[in-house]
Structure formats: structure tokens, C-alpha cells
């Protein structure tokens, strides 16, 4: 079993920050690429940023320069800064994990959190 905790959702001014924090546990043996994506009320599903387990970085164009991901191998956590929010990143963010779950067979798959409410309002 694996379990992924999301934390640090919540209301904020425009041009606030907030940053989201996932934390994956149970049987774990090997975490590749860790993301964030985001789903807005009417909307798909969408990629915000991820990093992999060499700890490159990719960004949808929508958040270049104002969010940023990273993650901390020790904790099995992985991290979303969110700098200078917008009305419209108003979503739930989810975070997305690739993870072995043991060396030996098929054991890699990906996992979902459950979610986290961010809303950017005055």
C-alpha cells in the first residue's frame, strides 16, 4: 500500500503565496517523478510542474517564473511554491507519484492525492 498526503491548500489574496507539500509512505522502494497538476471547477485536469527523480523540472507556461516544484528524497515529499497567485489559479491541486513499491516484478505504477483546495480571491 501506498498513501499520499497532501497539505497546505487554502484562500489567498491575489498576488499571495502558498506552498503545497505531498507526502508519499507505505511500501516504497523507488520514487521516480513527482508532479503537481490542477482541475478547475468545469475544467480538465492539467499538468503544472514536475520533477524528476534526477531532479529536472518542467513548468506548464502558465506558471513559469511564479511557481516553483522540488522535492526531498529523504522524506519522500515533494514541494509546489506558488509565488504571485492568480484568480485563475484557483483549482484543486493534486500531486502525482511514479513509484516502485519492490526490486523485484511489475510493482511500478503512479499514485494520486487526494487533493487540496486553493482558492485566490480578495
Known amino acids: 500500500q501506498v498513501q499520499l498526503v497532501e497539505s497546505g491548500g487554502g484562500l489567498v489574496q491575489p498576488g499571495g503565496s502558498l506552498r503545497l507539500s505531498c507526502a508519499a509512505s507505505?511500501?516504497?522502494?523507488?520514487?521516480?517523478?513527482m508532479g503537481w497538476y490542477r482541475q478547475a471547477p468545469g475544467k480538465q485536469r492539467e499538468l503544472v510542474a514536475v520533477?524528476?527523480?534526477?531532479?529536472?523540472?518542467n513548468y506548464a507556461d502558465f506558471v513559469k517564473g511564479r511557481f516553483t516544484i522540488s522535492r526531498d528524497n529523504a522524506k519522500n515529499t515533494v514541494f509546489l511554491q506558488m509565488n504571485s497567485l492568480k484568480p485563475e489559479d484557483t483549482a484543486v491541486y493534486y500531486c502525482?507519484?511514479?513509484?516502485?513499491?519492490?526490486?523485484?516484478?511489475?510493482?511500478?505504477?503512479?499514485?494520486w492525492g487526494q487533493g487540496t483546495q486553493v482558492t485566490v480571491s480578495s
Open positions: 502525482n507519484v511514479d513509484i516502485q513499491r519492490s526490486p523485484f516484478g511489475t510493482s511500478r505504477s503512479t499514485y
Open positions: 520533477i524528476t527523480s534526477g531532479d529536472s523540472t
Open positions: 507505505g511500501s516504497i522502494f523507488r520514487v521516480y517523478a
